[in-house]
């Protein structure tokens, strides 16, 4: 068969894809790399390497060489070797090599078929005329034509089982092969051999001390299991894979570890059985495999001498280890004989040895050898191995039901079947032991080793049902809280204390479960239960104060522990629970100083990490929680709370950035707490990022609704999304939750900007009824009434508003009215109608005492004026004399006035000459506000 034609082979590897050979290669990846590695040394430098692996048959040892052949071929890590190599890569049997000749002819006939060349082809035609005329003459023309052939290239020569090469050259063949290769040193070699032979071991050899040898070692089961589910994952059996990597698909594998031994071919034999579970499907297959692997342990044992025949037939009768003496015994020979057989029988890798004392026990290296004698056996009915088989396939339990339903059939029904199984329920019987439930064992142990969780749920329902154990209760309900799987752990920890009233360790299981379902009260009498089973118990005393402060019993929680570390006051889970009982009392400067002590003593931790920073944050220690965090190089995590805090530490802080970074992780496991909103949005309006500031405004607003949260987002939204946006918020909230009573003021202030005076006065008219005092109100109304009810209505409404107030108005809030009322003035009524209201409103801040706020409103109103750029408008030729004789007294309002004027008349005339009456700082001033660039000197 051509190479590549198949995806799986169990004797003919090499006639497999290269792509079917990397997926079943396994365990051998280090072997691999160092035999390339030494190829391509020997194709691209002097020194030449020989590499000889040694391993039985079946031990993958053409798989290996098939796949260093494929990846030199194709791997583009190797081209430099490849430019460099000509490759002749031999059969896996040469039987024709009966001299040196053939071995050269041989060689020769697999360059041609690698490369295709006619020349060459054409030249080992020649040797066959030429060994018409003479044999000597045939030797020398191969041996020319192959150093003719291979000049300036490194011959990389592929053989297998080169002991039978050997024996066909002799020894005057092998002298012939050796001097070639040393009088032309172009050779490397990479070669397979069953076992070492003397060709190679014998110091009179002429390959003696000449090869690299490297063994093949057996699989391990992991190993075995890795084979195996590559091949089910290649034969598209997805099924098969998964089910490998779990404890009871690990289980079967066992099983066919027991009898394959570690040999490559074997597993590959023995996989068709790993999906099958009933005695019905098994039988079949494990015959047709008996009947596959006979003619090939019958040809191993041919291999040896009688003796060794003898001892291997003896401990195929056996299913246990025996010593020297036993076996010499029972094979009728000398210790001495029995000695050096069972020596060169292990190193043949037949047997295995183990050392016990000074007694040494052997054993087959592989169970499947018994088929060649068991096969054959007339003593018996059954077939050994396959009692053997389903001894490690099945339970007790399970062999006993499967013979129970037989009985039930007819007599002669599936009789080798029931056959089997009485022999294997007797063999129970005399020894109890469950291979299978023992395989499981140690799969259970493996996946608590490696917190396979999964694996656990899998396998210890099965353990429990064929021989219970509180061990595994535990396991299993410790599987289960580590899954979330809180119900089942109930359920788990009442089966079990009702089998194990006195395994305390399960009972511990209930508190922590009813935790998690938040079942509190319930929790809280559970863990009064474990106190009780053991009073002096640290740890359980700690987990019950724990649940005391989750129950919202937080004082209790704290003298619990203060009790406890008055007796061991270096208990740090005490030490932690006091940190929480004190975070909870909101005593948080305590709480600050001893979670300072956790950390001390565990700075790893991160509940007590949290802890010690939101201790900080209700303290308002923004920059010490800030700084906490960037000294530990860690941010507080957790939940999103504690991270929308953080955030909020670092918009405070100034370092928006850094907010909108953890606000954004916060989110990504909290997305619905509109608090998180809000701080982004503070933080993106402060960036200057005003559109998502608003969105997230928005989001925020949909989210929640509580006053801390509304008044802000509204006030943010107002100034990054505009009045529009404003209203359609406060729309949506009172669908959702009727009126909200916090949000007035960003309802009126957005009416107004949206010149709605009316609507405005309504609802801040609803506000000052509700309370007369509110002085932030009443200096709404006064902006509201400006636009509803006239200039007069409003003065009247302010002049209430400054009289009569024991605390006085915020000055910037009655500039920011004044303004306010003023703009609103001069864009209803324009701006002749607003400078002749001036005299008015001057006489009423006079009558206040507010007259000081006259040039910071000027000021103010003179930047919004330049901003609308209408002073080129005719009207503030008859606007602006009127102002000036309102204002001109007033020391304070002369600049904002000279300003005003030096800005009216170059609007109107465009004369840049207007702009030098302003001295220098005044005029720069005015330049930057209304964002002219002007030469020096006056313009034509």
Not at 185 to 204: D, E, M
Not at 374 to 389: A, M, S
Not at 506 to 524: D, Q
């Amino acid at each position: 068969m051509s190479r590549g034609l198949v995806t799986t082979s169990r004797y003919s590897p090499g006639n497999m894809s290269g792509q079917a050979l990397e997926r079943l290669f396994v365990g051998r990846d280090a072997l691999m790399k160092e035999v390339l590695k030494r190829i391509t040394v020997s194709a691209t430098r002097k020194e030449k390497h020989f590499i000889l692996l040694v391993g039985p048959r079946g031990m993958g040892k053409t798989h290996f060489v098939s796949l260093a052949y494929h990846k030199l071929k194709t791997d583009p890590a190797y081209a430099s070797a490849r430019a460099r190599l000509k490759i002749a890569y031999l059969n896996e049997e040469e039987w024709g090599v009966a001299s040196f000749l053939d071995l050269l002819v041989r060689i020769l006939r697999a360059l041609v078929s690698e490369r295709g060349d006619p020349e060459l082809s054409a030249g080992i035609n020649r040797i066959y005329e030429t060994f018409k005329q003479s044999p000597e003459a045939a030797l020398q023309f191969a041996e020319s034509l192959l150093i003719q052939h291979v000049q300036g290239s490194t011959l990389l020569l592929i053989c297998e089982n080169l002991s039978d090469l050997f024996e066909g050259l002799d020894t005057e063949g092998q002298q012939r092969w050796r001097a070639l290769i040393q009088e032309h040193p172009f050779w490397t070699i990479l070669a397979t051999t069953p076992a070492l032979f003397s060709g190679v071991k014998l110091q009179t050899s002429p390959f003696y001390n000449f090869f690299n040898l490297k063994p093949l070692d057996r699989l391990d089961f992991d190993t075995a299991t890795d084979l195996l589910r590559q091949k089910a994952l290649m034969e598209g059996r997805t099924g098969l894979a998964n089910f490998l990597v779990t404890p009871t698909g690990r289980a079967r594998v066992r099983a066919i570890h027991h009898l394959a031994g570690g040999n490559h071919r074997v597993y590959v034999i023995l996989s068709d059985f790993l999906d099958e579970e009933s005695l019905e499907e098994l039988v079949g297959p494990f015959m047709r495999m008996a009947d596959d692997l006979t003619p090939y342990y019958q040809d191993r044992m041919r291999q040896l001498a009688p003796q060794q025949r003898k001892i291997i037939e003896l401990l195929c009768q056996e299913s246990r280890p025996l010593i020297v003496k036993d076996i010499a015994m029972r094979a009728l020979i000398s210790q001495q004989v029995a000695a050096k057989q069972l020596g060169e029988l292990a190193k043949l890798q037949f047997l295995v040895s183990t050392k016990v004392g000074r007694e040494s026990y052997y054993e087959l290296a592989e169970p499947l050898m018994r088929i060649c004698v068991d096969i054959k056996d007339n003593r018996t009915e059954h077939f050994r191995l396959f009692v053997d088989f389903l001894r490690h396939w099945f339970t007790g339990r399970e062999l006993r039901a499967q013979l129970e339903l037989l009985m039930q059939a007819a007599p002669e029904a599936r009789r080798i079947d029931r056959l089997h199984l009485a022999v294997a329920l007797q063999d129970f019987d005399q020894n109890r032991r469950e291979p299978f439930l023992e395989h499981l064992d140690v799969e259970v142990r493996r996946c608590i080793e490696f917190r396979d969780y999964q694996g656990l749920v899998d396998a210890v329902p099965r353990l429990l049902n064929e021989r219970p154990s509180s061990q595994y209760y535990l396991a299993l309900a410790w599987a289960l809280e580590n899954l979330s799987r809180f119900e089942d752990v109930l359920k788990v920890v009442d089966e079990g204390t009702a089998r194990y009233p006195d395994e305390a360790a399960l009972y511990e299981y209930r508190p922590l479960a009813l935790m998690r379902l938040n079942r509190l009260a319930e929790a809280l009498e559970a863990s009064e239960r474990i106190v009780k089973l053991k009073p002096d118990d640290a740890e359980v005393a700690c987990e019950y104060a724990a649940l005391l402060g989750m129950n919202g019993r937080a004082d209790l929680a704290f003298e619990h522990v203060r009790r406890i570390l008055q007796v061991q006051p270096e208990n740090l889970e005490a030490r932690k629970v006091m940190a929480v009982s004190l975070l909870d009392m909101r005593r948080h400067v305590e709480a600050e100083q001893v979670y300072r002590e956790v950390l001390e003593l565990e700075t790893g931790d991160e509940l007590p990490f949290n802890g010690l920073f939101l201790s900080l944050y209700y303290q308002k220690k923004y920059h010490d929680a800030v700084s906490l965090a960037d000294a530990a190089a860690q941010v507080p995590s957790g939940s999103g709370s504690i991270l929308s805090e953080y955030g909020e530490c670092l918009v405070i802080l100034g370092r928006y950035e850094d907010a909108l970074v953890q606000l954004d992780k916060a989110m990504a496991s909290n997305v619905g707490d509109a608090r998180l909103h809000g701080f982004k949005a503070m933080a993106l309006f402060k960036l200057g990022r005003f559109e998502d500031a608003a969105n997230s405004c928005v989001t925020a607003l949909r989210l929640q609704s509580p006053e801390s949260v509304t008044s802000v987002v509204l006030d943010i939204l107002l100034r990054s999304g505009g009045p529009a946006k404003v209203l359609s918020a406060i729309e949506d909230l009172e669908k959702r939750e009727g009126t909200v009573k916090a949000v007035w003021e960003q309802r009126t202030r957005a009416l107004l900007l949206l010149s709605r005076y009316g609507e405005a006065q309504e609802v801040i008219g609803a506000v000052r009824r509700s309370d007369p005092t509110d002085i932030k109100a009443a200096l709404l109304e006064v902006e509201a009434l400006t636009g509803s009810s006239g200039f007069g209505a409003a003065m009247s409404a302010l002049d209430d508003a400054l009289g009569g107030r024991t605390v006085a108005v915020e000055q910037d809030a009655l500039v920011t009215t004044i303004n306010n009322v003023l703009l609103i003035e001069q864009h209803l009524r324009g701006a002749v109608a607003m400078a002749r209201q001036c005299s008015q409103l001057k006489a009423l801040l006079g009558k206040h005492q507010q007259s000081g706020i006259l040039s910071p409103v000027l000021s103010k109103l003179l930047d919004a004026w330049l901003e609308e750029e209408h002073l080129s408008e005719d009207e503030w030729t008859k606007a602006l004399p009127m102002l000036q004789g309102t204002f001109g007294d007033v020391p304070e309002c002369r600049i904002p006035l000279g300003l005003l004027s030096v800005a009216v008349r170059y609007q109107q005339s465009g004369d840049k000459s207007v702009l030098l009456e302003l001295p220098l700082e005044q005029r720069n001033l005015l330049l930057e506000k209304m964002e002219v660039d002007v030469e020096s000197g006056p313009s034509n």
